[in-house]
């Protein structure tokens, strides 16, 4: 979903995806929980994986919405 919205050109919904749940919430989630319950490896891929199924859901949601082709260059 992501790489189809990135080729309709519907750039902005990925990158604002992408910072947001990457930066504002894997990241510091992650490094909470390294740094305060020292969890396995398998632990923080689980975290990673939740992290990228949510930002599908999102990037799902946009292309069902019907306002990707809206898009100006």
């Given at each position: 979903?992501?790489?189809?919205?990135?080729?309709?050109?519907?750039?902005?919904?990925?990158?604002?995806?992408?910072?947001?749940?990457?930066?504002?919430?894997?990241f510091p989630i992650a490094?909470?929980?390294?740094?305060?319950?020292?969890?396995?490896?398998?632990?923080?891929?689980?975290?990673?994986?939740?992290?990228?199924?949510?930002?599908?859901?999102?990037?799902?949601?946009?292309?069902?919405?019907?306002?990707?082709?809206?898009?100006?260059?």
């Amino acid at each position: 979903m992501k790489n189809s919205l990135l080729g309709s050109g519907d750039v902005k919904i990925v990158l604002q995806t992408s910072l947001i749940s990457q930066w504002l919430v894997f990241f510091p989630i992650a490094l909470i929980s390294v740094l305060l319950f020292e969890p396995s490896f398998i632990v923080i891929w689980v975290m990673f994986i939740f992290s990228r199924l949510g930002q599908g859901g999102v990037y799902f949601y946009h292309w069902h919405d019907d306002k990707w082709g809206q898009s100006r260059l």
